[in-house]
C-alpha cells in the first residue's frame, strides 16, 4: 500500500505542476524533430537519431531537476514545509531525505517515460535500442538528479533563487572538468594544475556522466552510479549540517 500511495503521491506532484506540461510539450516538439530528419535512414546510420533523443531528453531531465529541486525549496519559504509520503515522520533527517527522494522520484519518472518513448521509437525506426543509448540516457538521469540535489543543498546555505544560479553554474564547471584537466597537464602551470584539481576532485564532476569522457580502471557502468551515491551522500550530509541549525517554521 504504501508503494502505491507513494506512487499516486508523486504522479500527482508531477502532473499537478504547469511546468510539467511545457517539458511535455518540449519533448514532443524534439521528438517530432527528430522525425522529421531529412533522411531517415542517414540519421540511423550515423546515430544522429540516438543522438537527437538523448541530447534533447537529457536537456529536459536537466530543467526538471532545477525546477522540481527550486519548487521543493520555494514551498518551504511559503509554506513552511514540504512532505513526501515515504518518510511519515517529522524529524530533520526524514523531512530533508524526503526532499532528496522526491527530486530523484520524479527524475526517474521522466527518465522511465523517456525510456519506454525511445525504446518503442527506435525499435520501428531504427535497429532497438543499443546498451550505450541505455547508459546514455541513464547518466544523464544521474547527473539530472544530482544537480538537483545540489540546488537543494545550496539553497540552504543562500536564496533559492541564488541557489539555482549557483548549481547551473557550477554544473557547466563540472561538465568541462575533464577538458581543464587535459589542458592544465599539457600547460605544465602548478596555479593551472592546482585549480584543475579542485574542479576535477572537489567540485561535483559531471564530466563523469559523459560517456565519452569517461577513463580510468573501472567500467563506467560501475564507476558513475558509485561517484553518483557518493557524491550524493555529500550533499545531503551538507544540507543536513546548515538544516539542523535552521529555525523550523509550520504554517
Request: contains cysteine; proline residues 1%; hydrophobic residues 60%.
Amino acid at each position: 500500500m504504501r508503494v502505491v500511495s507513494t506512487t499516486r503521491f508523486i504522479l500527482k506532484s508531477l502532473l499537478s505542476e504547469r511546468a510539467t506540461g511545457l517539458f511535455l510539450v518540449l519533448a514532443v516538439i524534439f521528438l517530432t524533430l527528430s522525425l522529421s530528419l531529412s533522411d531517415i535512414n542517414i540519421a540511423v546510420k550515423y546515430r544522429l537519431l540516438e543522438d537527437a533523443l538523448s541530447a534533447s531528453q537529457s536537456f529536459i531531465m536537466t530543467l526538471s531537476a532545477i525546477f522540481y529541486a527550486f519548487l521543493a525549496m520555494e514551498k518551504e519559504r511559503k509554506g513552511g514545509i514540504f512532505v513526501f509520503a515515504s518518510f511519515g515522520t517529522n524529524g530533520r533527517t526524514n523531512y530533508l531525505l524526503s526532499q532528496f527522494a522526491a527530486v530523484l522520484s520524479l527524475i526517474l519518472i521522466v527518465f522511465f517515460a523517456f525510456f519506454v518513448v525511445d525504446f518503442a521509437f527506435l525499435t520501428v525506426f531504427a535497429d532497438g535500442m543499443s546498451m550505450k543509448f541505455f547508459y546514455k540516457l541513464l547518466f544523464a538521469a544521474l547527473a539530472s538528479s544530482l544537480l538537483g540535489f545540489l540546488t537543494l543543498t545550496l539553497s540552504r546555505f543562500v536564496s533559492n533563487t541564488n541557489g539555482v544560479i549557483y548549481a547551473i553554474f557550477l554544473f557547466f564547471i563540472g561538465s568541462g572538468a575533464d577538458e581543464l584537466a587535459l589542458y592544465a597537464s599539457d600547460s605544465k602551470n602548478f596555479v593551472l594544475e592546482s585549480v584543475s584539481f579542485a574542479v576535477y576532485f572537489v567540485l561535483p564532476n559531471f564530466s563523469f556522466f559523459d560517456p565519452l569522457a569517461l577513463s580510468g580502471a573501472f567500467a563506467k557502468e560501475l564507476f558513475v552510479p558509485i561517484y553518483f551515491a557518493l557524491y550524493s551522500c555529500i550533499l545531503f550530509f551538507a544540507a543536513f549540517y546548515r538544516f539542523k541549525k535552521e529555525v523550523l517554521r509550520v504554517g
